[in-house]
């Protein structure tokens, strides 16, 4: 990933996230400029654009979906990504129908997928994408860059075929040490693998033909959303102490890329109220935004939860709830039309759930600031409407958020 130029970059990617430490270290080593947001319009994609045309920003690095809030600009989207000659992306899945957003806006841009888990380093696997693979299946994870090592191995331990899945391991200059006051963590993940120290990434991947490596997704209870690792066990035990849930799992939507609680107890409980204290142990975007109560969880042959079934028992049990609702609410807001109920149908799209009112908290239906940041590109879109992100996420409910966009129209 040589640069023959003098990068600028835009400093998009928080400080908390180990993706910025080469908006500073890295672009400043090879001789270039940051152009870094103001502190109230940091999330503001509008911000973004007026940056990059302003300071010509030629290098990107962010999460996925930062990305795809740039281009929900439309044209205005399409010309700060021409003036891009390298966009990096990384701590996430890239889809191919981005992937083809950008080529369309700008065919001689490179843009690469990278990849690296926290305990190694940034980076330290590359792939750098073609036009071609606008319309593939997925976009390759790539190749270890010089001095690392990436294993494919199966439960013995053993180099995995071309084609096989199995658990991707690390080694190389950029293995950490370990957990700090964290043995028993330190050494479940970490061990010796052909003579040198290897980290244990908890994905699941296969080598490609082409000696690639393809990331299939995680074998144990961590999911990712939005860039930010989630470790399920730590929100079910949350959820669990919540008098009287007696028994809990808590599984991630991958339609919605929503956390959802699945829970037993010998009562209803009240939703607003469980939140209100998860909100007490867990960041925001930690608290599951749906809750479901069973009666008692499918189990596996040795007696375990089954997470597959019960995920599946959810997922057809919610679509047939939702369906006939859904059908309702888009019947009366085609007759009526009004700006608030063309919101509401907008914000059950961007989270993905059906039975969201305008007295919904922001937070309590699953809202982040990318959310946020998706519902004002939808205001600027569809009314012309300026909303700032800051507004956004200050606003008590949604129908709060539907009068700013009223108020601004």
Known sequence: MGMDYIPTALAVTSLCHDMSLYDVYGILTAGGCIAV???KKKKEPSHWYDLIMRYDVNFWNSVPAFMEMLTLLGDKGSSAVAKLRTIVMGGDWISPALVKKLFDASPDTDIFSVGGPTETTIWNISHKVSPDEAGAAFIPYGKPFPATSYYILNS???LCPIGVSGTMYVSGAGVTGGYIGDPDETELRYSEYRGA???NTGDRGEYLENGEIRILGREDYQVKINGKRIELTGVENAVRSYDPISS?????????DKLIAVYTSDKEIDEAELKRSLSEMLQA???PQRYFRIEEFPTTR???IDRRKTALLIKSGAAAEAAPAAAAEADETAQSGSLTERFIA?????????SITAEDDFYGIGGDSIAAMKIAAW???TYDAEIQVFDILNAEDLAEIAALIEGNV
């Open 37 to 39: 947001p103001s502190e």
């Open 156 to 158: 013995h331990r053993a």
């Open 197 to 199: 120290r290897a980290y």
């Open 248 to 256: 809990c799992i808590v599984i991630k939507d991958e339609d919605t």
């Open 285 to 287: 975007y930690m608290i």
């Open 302 to 304: 040795n007696g375990k």
């Open 346 to 354: 907008a914000c059950r799209e961007i989270f993905g759930d059906d």
């Open 379 to 381: 205001a600027k879109e």
